[in-house]
């Protein structure tokens, strides 16, 4: 009889898989390499490693086939090496027979091995999550109650209908809500590991929330139902390593709320990643996000946010600090979907040990794994790392068209001048911001002054010293003149420099303004700062022609633009989204990415293989499939479908 594997299940795996199969004769006894196929669980291993016998020659058989096309030479081995034999031996074949079956038995019984264990992993690919059903969901819900304590008695789980819808819409976006089943509030990483141990019980999906600020729907409910995991009151600070340059916190603690008690606390240091409003560290790092414009600690200014917690996220700071994977997380405590409690690296600046998983959970948006704080100390909760306060200044300039603007900025920035930030707004920009958010002509005086409604640059110039902004502003100054700058416009003091950036910074509602009962959609691409111009030019021609209305807001210094094209009807959500589809395919013509740094979420999971291509994406897939074999970590976001969706829920929006 031909050996079998020794587990049913193993057998049936791989019947299943389609691995090789052997087909053997009663004289050939084996150990089959499919326990190694199936360890590695690649397609590619598999092409490479097929399965071998020994021929009852002695010779080696690949599914079945001799490999020699002559004579096989017959060998033993000892432990001095083959030895040719000049005869065939029955009795060591059957000895090594029996051996083989017996190691074989042993390595089949082996956790790693086992039948589910195989399944979860070959067949990753294929399989289609199964989540909760609704019954199961309530039982999931009930365990969730007995664990935290019921609602209304300070319990930290919530079924109220405004709650889960608050969780499950956002207004700053225009993708569709979808409400979770429940929301729990955790308060430690015991928690969290409580809630994913509930919800993979039950293949409930799970997904984490912070501060809702994210554009491309990356909270948003599943259709099935689902555990959503708010982390507000995971919110403090923990350490403050001065002389190191770091700071230690838990997920929900907000950027700009760091950066205040660094401010209190008379520490000149802030953390320069600083998106919108109400972001928190958590919700930035699996975002991927990069900072906007300024520092809420400057010592010369202090930029007041508006009060809204919209989500607005700029890059503009990512000219002079990077963004966040430019090793501002130095490293992160993660709750995996098995349970585990991981942390990446230790606090030290840098590391070349293995690899560099902090990276790998940057970006992911929830789909590996909930950062969380560590158990037990001194695990690091999340580390990040902070910059010098440094002065700052403002300045606007206006140009003839997007083109010169951007010449200059290039040679601004090849002159190696002071620079934090430089934004490019488009006319139409200017315009919302005549009538939405004038700033203030005069330190003194609350006399407005309209500004040009020209395409125009917003620069914020960084140094150590009053005379250091200074002649930044002036060597700037003449650049963008020999481009055709003119109005060239330097704030004389703090508060005026406060009133000129608060104008860029109120790019989005005093955008949404310009149509009044409009809705947003915003979006954001990157290219090389070389094809920034052409792209911007070619995506403005485009909005003219569909007759809708959009601000343009370019973070220049490295690429990244975003567009906020405003709406009415079904109709022209429709044209919106066709003029966003054309923008991103542009962006990746030009060797750009289809988003600098809104993310993916669900809005922009489609252009993915065609940026990356079908093997990067068939990676991120395998990594996701390993690390979630269930796939209830925030399904449905960053990786693309491998089918259209069957169903799209739709749910009005609160008014």
């Known amino acids: 009889m031909p050996f079998k594997p020794a587990s049913s299940a193993f057998r049936s795996t791989l019947s299943r898989t389609q691995h090789h199969t052997w087909t053997l004769s009663r004289k050939t006894p084996i150990l089959t390499s499919s326990v190694l196929t199936i360890s590695l669980g690649q397609a590619n291993t598999r092409r490479i490693i097929h399965s071998c016998a020994l021929d009852r020659r002695g010779g080696y058989a690949v599914n079945g086939q001799p ?28 000895i090594l027979a029996i051996g083989s079956a017996l190691c074989g038995f042993a390595i089949a019984q082996l956790p790693v091995f086992s039948g589910d264990s195989v399944a979860q992993n070959v067949n990753a690919k294929e399989a289609k999550p199964q989540f909760a059903t609704p019954e199961e969901m309530e039982q999931a819900i009930t365990e969730l109650k007995k664990t935290f304590g019921q609602e209304g008695d300070n319990g930290k789980v919530s079924t109220d209908p405004d709650d889960l819808h608050d969780h499950g819409f956002s207004e700053n976006d225009h993708h569709p809500g979808m409400n979770h089943s429940v929301v729990v ?42 555990i959503c995991v708010d982390m507000m009151n995971m919110d403090k600070i923990i350490a403050i390593h001065e002389k190191d340059g770091d700071l230690v916190c838990q997920p929900g603690a907000r950027w700009m709320d760091i950066n205040e008690t660094l401010k209190e606390q008379g520490i000149p240091l802030f953390f320069p990643i600083d998106p919108a409003p109400g972001a928190t560290i958590g919700g930035m790092l699996s975002t991927g996000c990069s900072g906007s414009t300024f520092s809420s600690s400057s010592p010369l200014h202090n930029v007041s946010h508006h009060e809204s917690n919209h989500a607005s996220p700029n890059t503009a700071n990512a000219v002079r600090y990077g963004t966040a994977k430019g090793e501002w997380f130095l490293n992160a405590t993660v709750v995996l979907p098995s349970g585990e409690v991981i942390k990446t690296r230790r606090r030290s600046r840098k590391s070349s040990a293995g690899f560099d998983t902090t990276k790998l959970f940057i970006g992911a948006e929830g789909t590996l794994g909930i950062v969380t704080e560590g158990i037990p100390l001194p695990l690091p909760h999340l580390t990040i790392r902070l910059a010098p306060v440094l002065p700052t200044t403002v300045a606007v300039v206006h140009f003839p068209n997007v083109q010169k603007a951007t010449e200059a900025v290039m040679d601004v920035m ?77 704030a004389r003091d703090e508060n005026e420099a406060d009133a000129l950036w608060s104008d860029r910074k109120n790019a989005h509602y005093a955008g949404l303004a310009l149509v009044e009962g409009a809705k947003g959609w915003p979006t954001d691409v990157c290219v090389p700062v070389s094809n920034l111009p052409l792209l911007i030019h070619q995506t403005k021609a485009d909005i003219a022609r569909t007759g809708l209305v959009s601000t343009i807001v370019g973070h220049v210094g490295d690429g990244n633009f975003h567009a906020l094209i405003l709406f009415r009807t079904e109709e022209e959500m429709k044209v919106a989204k066709e003029l966003v589809s054309r923008m991103v395919r542009r962006a990746i013509e030009l060797d750009g990415t289809c988003t600098g740094e809104h993310g993916v979420g669900i809005g922009k999971k489609q252009y993915l293989v065609e940026e990356l291509g079908e093997g990067t994406v068939g990676l991120m897939k395998s990594i996701k499939n390993m690390l979630d074999p269930l796939g209830i970590f925030n399904p449905g976001k960053l990786y693309p479908d491998d089918e259209p969706p069957v169903r799209e829920d739709k749910e009005e929006r609160k008014s």
Do not use: W
């Open 414 to 490: 090849q002159a190696g001048v002071g620079i934090q930030c430089v934004e490019l707004v488009d006319d139409v920009f200017m315009s919302a911001i005549n009538k939405y958010g004038i700033s203030s002509s005069s330190s003194s005086s609350p006399q407005s002054t309209p500004y040009p409604e020209r395409d125009s640059l917003f620069f914020k110039f960084q140094g150590p010293t009053p005379s250091s902004l200074a002649e930044s502003a002036s060597i700037t100054q003449r650049i963008v003149e020999r481009h055709g700058g003119e109005g060239f416009r330097l």
């Open 185 to 226: 509030y955790p308060v430690s990483t015991e928690d969290v590991v409580q809630i994913v141990k509930i919800a993979t019980k039950y293949r409930a999906p799970i997904t984490a929330y912070s501060g809702a600020t994210s554009l491309e729907g990356q909270y948003r409910g599943h259709a099935t139902g689902g």
């Open 67 to 94: 490999t020699t096309t002559g004579p096989a030479r017959n060998y033993s081995t000892n432990a001095s090496g083959p030895q040719p034999r000049s005869k065939f031996s029955n009795p060591s074949v059957i």
